[in-house]
């Protein structure tokens, strides 16, 4: 009767281990989850996105989330392209910007400046609040900022791509359909993460 009893209380033992053991592993992995997801997806250069943010009425999780997607962070980034910084703006733009918007303060810079940290994420949100109040839409902000808006405008006049002349059905770039998903997807994980209005 008593080695009974013993091998229960040894069987209870075990298994209160073993929950024990897996119980705490599954903690651990969680927070190695919860580590690795806010690792990449980082609040990098929070000052210079809010005041971009700020100034140009731009959603921060849209920069985040064009940032993530264009350099991963990386301000000395340089494409093939010739796009630079962590926004990953052209020299192309950089002049078609500094015309369309015109500012003293923008006169004094050039295109080196795009390494700039703090320049390069206030151009890029100018782009972007110039893009969203061309097409009133982010969806096709989004593909213009990466495939220009001469392609963009010649997309939206070609029943193909769109139905209504302002958002795209579909993109002929792979690249830039990818590309918008892949920011969408970015900015909805930066929603998700920090946003403290969460839907």
Request: with cysteine.
């Given at each position: 009767m008593k080695l009974r009893v013993k091998k229960r209380v040894k069987v209870f033992i075990c298994i209160t281990a073993v929950l024990v053991v897996t119980i705490a592993a599954a903690y651990a992995l969680k927070a190695l989850h919860e580590k690795y997801i806010y690792n990449t997806y980082p609040l990098k250069y929070n000052t210079e996105v809010e005041a971009a943010s700020k100034k140009y009425g731009v959603d921060k999780y849209l920069i985040y989330g064009i940032m993530k997607t264009e350099s991963d962070f990386d301000p000395n980034a340089l494409s093939s392209a010739g796009?630079?910084?962590l926004m990953q703006i052209t020299p192309d733009t950089f002049e078609w910007i500094q015309t369309y918007y015109a500012d003293e303060e923008y006169e004094n810079y050039t295109v080196d400046d795009l390494y700039n940290i703090g320049i390069n994420i206030d151009y890029g949100a100018n782009i972007l609040s110039v893009l969203l109040d061309m097409y009133g839409n982010e969806d096709?902000?989004?593909c213009a900022y990466n495939a220009g808006v001469g392609h963009v405008n010649s997309w939206l006049e070609d029943k193909e791509y769109s139905d209504d002349g302002k958002t795209l059905k579909t993109v002929p770039f792979k690249e830039t359909e990818n590309y918008r998903h892949t920011v969408e997807q970015n900015?909805?994980?930066?929603?998700?993460?920090?946003?403290?209005?969460?839907?």
């Amino acid at each position: 009767m008593k080695l009974r009893v013993k091998k229960r209380v040894k069987v209870f033992i075990c298994i209160t281990a073993v929950l024990v053991v897996t119980i705490a592993a599954a903690y651990a992995l969680k927070a190695l989850h919860e580590k690795y997801i806010y690792n990449t997806y980082p609040l990098k250069y929070n000052t210079e996105v809010e005041a971009a943010s700020k100034k140009y009425g731009v959603d921060k999780y849209l920069i985040y989330g064009i940032m993530k997607t264009e350099s991963d962070f990386d301000p000395n980034a340089l494409s093939s392209a010739g796009a630079i910084g962590l926004m990953q703006i052209t020299p192309d733009t950089f002049e078609w910007i500094q015309t369309y918007y015109a500012d003293e303060e923008y006169e004094n810079y050039t295109v080196d400046d795009l390494y700039n940290i703090g320049i390069n994420i206030d151009y890029g949100a100018n782009i972007l609040s110039v893009l969203l109040d061309m097409y009133g839409n982010e969806d096709t902000a989004v593909c213009a900022y990466n495939a220009g808006v001469g392609h963009v405008n010649s997309w939206l006049e070609d029943k193909e791509y769109s139905d209504d002349g302002k958002t795209l059905k579909t993109v002929p770039f792979k690249e830039t359909e990818n590309y918008r998903h892949t920011v969408e997807q970015n900015k909805s994980c930066y929603n998700r993460l920090y946003n403290d209005n969460k839907e």
